[in-house]
Nanobody, 122 residues
Framework: VQLQASGGGWVQAGGSLRLSCAASGRPISRYAMGWFRQAPGKEREFVAAIDWSGETTNYADSVKGRFTISRDNAKNTAYLQMNSLKPEDTAVYYC????????????????WGQGTLVTVSS
């Protein structure tokens, strides 16, 4: 499975971005998808995850109410809608596919994209 993340860029605080994660090679429909991020000098952290069906989602407390994860299994793509962005959201964002139908822990994701940079200015 290859995952291609896109949609990152520069935005002012309060703005919005939509990240996409296009999968190729194998379908994502049976597996959880997740977004993680890593800011400069910090460890990678969980942002959001969605189960195989799209019915169950989980978010880090820091993004609840601002970010929305979704998926379109027919397009083999996952998304992360980010609203009300803050400077502390600045990071490289990675999408990942789990080997399980539901997952939030990074250790349960075995396929990772290359990352897309999000920069939020104050």
């Amino acid at each position: 499975v290859q995952l291609q993340a896109s949609g990152g860029g520069w935005v002012q605080a309060g703005g919005s971005l939509r990240l996409s994660c296009a999968a190729s090679g194998r379908p994502i429909s049976r597996y959880a998808m997740g977004w993680f991020r890593q800011a400069p000098g910090k460890e990678r952290e969980f942002v959001a995850a969605i189960d195989w069906s799209g019915e169950t989602t989980n978010y880090a407390d820091s993004v609840k109410g601002r970010f929305t994860i979704s998926r379109d299994n027919a397009k083999n793509t996952a998304y992360l809608q980010m609203n009300s962005l803050k400077p502390e959201d600045t990071a490289v964002y990675y999408c990942a596919r789990s080997f399980r139908a539901e997952a939030t822990s990074a250790g349960l994701f075995n396929y990772w994209g290359q990352g897309t940079l999000v920069t939020v200015s104050s």
